[in-house]
């Protein structure tokens, strides 16, 4: 079955240390994999996606995320935190092999920033 | 250009009652998706439309139901709320199902049961 793993439920960083957001998979062929961002009362907002091609990709507000088949990963990473990068981010796989379809969701890390 | 749009705000209702949430989604957007985030339970996947028509359906009794109208907008039904419908709704919606493009998340409406 497919899944989505996130370890870390919370993070605390200080302003403008680096930031590693871990995500692994369980899916059956080659994934499309999704970060996404949440702040308190607001929906999801894309950050990243991949669906195949270069293994490094770049998103919006400084993100980037590498997907790694041979360890079913696709971390998230930002060389400088913000204190505005405070939110719960969300790693999600689509099902039934895309984009659409639905996208099943890791249970998420909170990320606090300390000034 | 103007995000998926989720209404209302908020709904408060008692147990036994009926609730129904809307969504208009991005303009070219098709395919429309409901999901429930609840507390300790994580984002699941609801209901997915396309072209007015169900394409899928998660782990969830009969009771949420949903329709898509024919200019794309959707309604999510909850028939006899119980106590744990409380949750975020939140809807998404997506180019054609064919165009395998990202979803895009409305904010959310908040359903509490009192």
């Known amino acids: 079955a497919q899944s989505v793993t996130q370890p870390d439920i919370h993070i605390t960083v200080s302003e403008g240390a680096s930031l590693e957001l871990r995500c692994n998979y369980s899916y059956g062929a080659t994934p499309y994999l999704f970060w996404y961002v949440q702040s308190p009362g607001q929906g999801l907002q894309l950050l990243l996606k991949y669906f195949s091609g270069d293994t490094l990709v770049q998103g919006i507000k400084g993100f980037e995320a590498e997907f790694k088949r041979s360890q079913s990963s696709f971390n998230l990473r930002k060389p400088s935190v913000h204190w505005s990068d405070a939110a719960e981010y969300f790693c999600?796989?689509?099902?039934?092999?895309?984009?659409?379809?639905?996208?099943?969701f890791g249970t998420g890390t909170l990320l606090a920033v300390q000034p | 250009e103007a995000g998926v749009t989720q209404s209302p705000t908020h709904l408060i209702k008692t147990r036994g009652q009926q609730a129904t949430l809307r969504c208009s989604p991005i303009s070219g957007h098709t395919s429309v998706y409901w999901y429930q985030q609840a507390l300790g339970l994580g984002l699941q996947f609801l209901l997915w439309y396309d072209e007015g028509e169900e394409r899928n359906r998660g782990n969830f009794p009969p009771r949420f139901s949903g329709r898509q109208f024919p200019n794309y907008s959707s309604e999510l039904n909850v028939n006899a709320l119980e106590l744990e419908d409380s949750a975020l709704y939140l809807c998404?919606?997506?180019?054609?199902?064919?165009?395998?493009?990202?979803?895009?998340f409305g904010d959310g409406t908040r359903l509490s049961i009192l």
């Open positions: 998404a919606s997506s180019f054609p199902w064919e165009s395998n493009q990202p979803q895009h």
């Open positions: 999600a796989v689509g099902a039934g092999g895309g984009a659409t379809n639905k996208l099943i």
